[in-house]
Each structure stands twice: as C-alpha cells, then as structure tokens.
C-alpha cells in the first residue's frame, strides 16, 4: 500500500506538535513521581534535617519531608517566608539563614500567602509547586516565539524548558523559574506595545530577583534621536524600580545594612568564570571526573556557547540582543558563590541568557552544532528529578512459593540484616540502594528448618574506582571493580542454610569519599539487591562409612 504524499506531508507537520504534547506530559510525570502520601510535594522543597531544628512552628507543625544528615537548600527558607511573611517575627530570624536578602526576594512568598489565604499549611504546598506552575506558563508563553510548526523550534522550546538552570530551580523549589516566566512576560508585553504593563510587570519581577532588574534595557530606543522615546524609556525604568527601591529601603530601616548582599555574588571581572574552568578540566585532566563535573563542565560549555554568540552576533536595536549584552556584563561580574561548587549557580542566575540565545540564533542547519551546544543542560537536566528518600528496607525476595508449604497459614519472613558499616536504605523512581562506609557485612536469613538455593543479583556502584571482594566464610563469592558505572553482579545457585548467612564485602582502598556523600564519607553502594528462591536444597550425600 502507497502513503500518499500529501498524508505524509501532514504527519510529518503533527510530529512537531506530538512532540510539544509529549514532553508535557513527560515533565508531569516526573514531577508526579514526587508526591508522597501524607507529605504531598514537600520533597521539592531540600528541607535538611540539620535545618529543621531552627525552623519556624508553622513548618515543624505540617511535618514536609526531611532529607536526612542534610543542611537542605535555599527554598527551605523561602517556603518560611510563604508560611510567615512577618519579618519582624523572632523565629524568622532563627530559621532564615540571611533573613535581609532572602526576603528582599519576597514576591513569591507573598503570592503563595496569598492563595493560602493566610494559611500556613495551604502555603506550604502551594509554594512546593509554585516552579511546576510556572513552567506551564512558561511552556506556553514560549509558543510564542518558538511556535511548534518545525523541529528547530522544538529544539530551542525544550532546550529552555529543560535547560539545567530551570530543572534544577524546579528542583529546589528556588526563585529562579518565576524569574525567567518574570522576565518572558515583560518582554512578551513590550512586544505587544503594552510598555507600562512591562515596566510594571519588571517591578515586580525585581521583587522575585533583584537582579531581574536589568531587562530594563529592552526599554532603551538605542539609535534613536527622539526625546520623548528617550524621556519614556527614563520613566519606564523609574516605574521598574520603584518597587524594588521601596523595599529595599523598609528592609534598611528594619535590619539595617547588615546582611543585605548574598554571599560571594559578585567579583572581578571573569576571574571566578575562569577558576570554575580551571577547577573542572584539572578534576578531568587527573581522571577524576564524575557525574558533578561532568554536569559542571556541560553548563560552563553551554554557558560560554550563549555568551560567545551573543557576544558575537552585535544587533544593539534588538531587545533581545540589548538582553543578552547586559546578560554577558552580568556574567563578568559574577563571583566565587555563583561559580564555584555543585551545581554552579550560574546557571541558574544567568538562566535568561539561554532564552535570549535560542531566541536570536538563527535557522538553518549550518547553525546547528552551535544550537545543541548552546543547550547542552538538557543532558543533565533529566537526572535532577532523580528523587531519592530513605525507605525501610534495600532488598527484595521472590520465589517463596517455590520454597514453603502452602498450607502454612503464615509465611515465614525471609529479612537480610546488614550491619553498622551500612548506611540507611534509600530509593529513587528506578533504584533502591544502601551506602557502605567501609568493609561491611550482610547476612541473609533463613527461616526455614532447611537449606534453600537461591539466585541472588546485585548492582556495585562508588563515586570513584574501588575494587569490592565478596566472601562468605573463608570462600571468595566474587570479586571485581567498582565505579561509577553500575557494575553487575550475580550469583548462584548459592545455598541458604538454616539460619543466618554471612557474607562479608571487603573494598580497596578503604579510604572513604567524602567529596560529596556527607561529612562521613562512603566507598561503594549496593543496588537492587534481588533474591530469587529457586527451591529447598537437597539433602548434602552422607558420607562414606569408615574402611568403605
């Protein structure tokens, strides 16, 4: 059967638009893998258990989710400000850890308290989804300027809806996602002709980030002789400030000076941008990268592909370019707490810059490479909604028919017991793992009167190359290396005697990895750790009897 050429024509011009659809609904799906009975989507939040003494009754009260031995991340004390937006509240001074600049960022508490209606509860689980909220719009206003009629502007749509710096603000329920759709709307208004509802709507963006304030200068009528145009870009950007200048001076007048800057926000001019490059080549130079700085060195590339086009391609009458040129000066003063750690922040402050980038460049395959390189994130991005909780235990039993009898109104419990050297169990969407900090045991335990096969399967995973040595008693099980790539490991038929089972893991070197597993350090996890019953043992062959 001959397609016609002209239903193939129309397939081909759906597929754009399926693909629109799909990746919508992929990122609900991943954001749905987030809600936990009783505690709905407080994981988004990184609330740190070392954290959570300090925060205010309202928060300890609703009991959200608690990463354990974690100091958490900066939207634990954001959601506090949505939960209590009185600044003058004693506990907010104990549970904020900069109370003067995180509440200079104050717009998104105040609209989450709002919806709330006052209720700290409600506000709790509005700002938790505040970013899913946005990234809809977002998705949606950015049909405006990527329209789904093609696969070059499916390219640059998802490259901003999946760029690291939003899928990592969604993350940590941060303000950078509201910051970008800020941003987006005021220069969608400008391109209406609405001028005073963008500069209004920049107001208030400069209230979600101060440094929104910058895309005044899409107002500026750069080329233009006319002082009116001139006069009206003056009053447009007072109008932008004002809201931003009032506030800042009630935090003055309220907590003084003290505390009104971030921490190591700005520097010398691409100092810190060139020690971040330093930093992540010397750690692949020593064959010492992993999945940090692979995802660091994939944002400072995509980074400098943006800066080094915008830089490049000089439109100053565009709006956008005028953006991305105030962007770029931005990005030079950025400094050591932006630049430095994982994740590198500045992906996420500069995160307009990527919706300027696939804005401005232009169409056609010979602008290609520099496109994808351009939004390089996307390859990093995925992993970040990688959710991992404690969960009760790490091991799994199958084939208990095979091995008790039926009749039994009880089934025996089948458990694994793992020792001091094992941390707590924990899992994701896809994995269920326990970390060791050394050599550990692990003993499976058997509670039938009578020896039993099984198959058991297992994954080796550590952050840096180890070898791990398996043995039960003074008979070696396995031995092999263990990385970063998931190292396999099965075994069997093994036989599960009556009892208890000691397997005994021996890890070289023993020295712990502290870089990023916790003040503690870990050698190697255990993953998925699979325990098939295949039947009751035969009964060993007696032995021969004497002068036989």
């Known amino acids: 059967m001959v397609v016609p050429p002209a239903q193939i024509q129309r397939l081909c011009a759906y597929l754009p638009r399926l693909a629109y659809c799909t990746t919508v609904a992929v990122f609900i799906w991943l954001i749905a893998g987030y809600h936990l009975p009783g505690q709905a989507f407080t994981a988004l939040l990184i609330l740190g258990d070392r954290a959570e003494a300090h925060a205010i009754p309202q928060l300890r009260n609703e009991q959200p989710y608690v990463y354990p031995e974690s100091y958490g991340y900066d939207g634990q004390y954001y959601v506090q400000l949505a939960m209590q937006p009185n600044l003058k509240d004693p506990a907010l001074q104990q549970a ?110 400069g209230l979600v980030r101060e440094t929104n304030i910058v895309a005044a200068v899409v107002f500026l009528p750069i080329c233009s002789s006319d002082w ?74 995509s980074l400098t592909a943006q800066a080094a086009f915008i830089a490049c391609w000089f439109r100053p009458k565009d709006h956008w370019w005028r953006l991305g040129a105030v962007l770029l000066v931005l990005m030079a003063m ?78 025996p419990v089948w458990t694994v017991a793992f020792d001091v050297n094992w941390d707590a169990p924990q899992q994701s969407r896809w994995q269920y793992w326990r970390w060791s900090r050394g050599n550990a045991r692990m003993s499976i335990v058997n509670p039938l009167p009578h020896a039993v096969m099984a198959e058991i399967r297992f994954g080796l995973q550590s952050r840096d190359s180890r070898t791990v040595t398996l043995s039960q008693g003074e008979r070696q099980l396995w031995t092999g290396a263990c990385s970063q790539q998931l190292q396999p490991v099965r075994l069997g038929p093994v036989r599960l005697e009556p009892g208890a089972t000691v397997w005994r893991f021996q890890v070289d070197p023993l020295t712990p990895n502290r870089a990023y597993e916790g003040e503690y350090g870990v050698t190697f996890s255990l993953r998925d750790l699979e325990i098939e019953l295949l039947g009751p043992a035969a009964a060993p062959a007696p032995l021969p009897a004497p002068g036989s």
């Open 334 to 411: 950025l400094g050591e707490g932006v630049w430095q750690g994982y994740p590198i922040s500045a992906a996420r402050v500069l995160l307009p810059l990527i919706l300027v980038f696939n804005v401005l460049i232009p169409r056609g395959v010979k602008w290609l490479p520099l496109l994808l390189l351009g939004n390089l994130t996307v390859l990093c991005s995925l992993p970040v909604f990688n959710l991992t909780i404690q969960v009760e235990r790490s091991f799994v039993f199958t084939g208990l028919a095979k091995v008790q009898p039926a009749t039994l109104a009880i089934a």
């Open 96 to 205: 904020v850890d900069n109370l003067p600049f995180r509440a200079r960022r104050i717009l998104v508490s105040w609209i989450s308290w709002a919806l709330a209606g006052g209720d700290p509860g409600r506000a709790l689980h509005i700002y938790s989804l505040f970013n899913v909220f946005c990234w809809l719009a977002l998705a949606a206003l950015l049909l405006r300027w990527f329209p789904p009629d093609g696969w070059s502007n499916y390219l640059r749509w998802a490259g901003v809806l999946f760029s690291f710096g939003l899928c990592y603000s969604i993350r940590g329920a941060l303000l950078d996602g509201p910051s970008l759709l800020a941003i987006a709307s005021v220069i969608a208004l400008w391109e209406s002709d609405r001028p005073w509802l963008a500069a209004v709507a920049l107001g208030l963006a």
């Open 228 to 301: 009116r145009k001139w006069r009206q870009a003056v009053l447009l950007g007072a109008v932008a400030v004002a809201p931003l200048a009032l506030w800042g001076a009630y935090l003055i007048h309220l907590f003084g000076l003290q505390g009104q800057a971030g921490s190591g926000g700005f520097g010398w001019p691409f100092v810190e941008y060139v020690h971040s490059w330093q930093t992540v080549l010397a750690n692949w130079c020593a064959f010492d990268s992993n999945v940090y700085e692979k995802n660091n060195l994939f944002t400072l590339l």
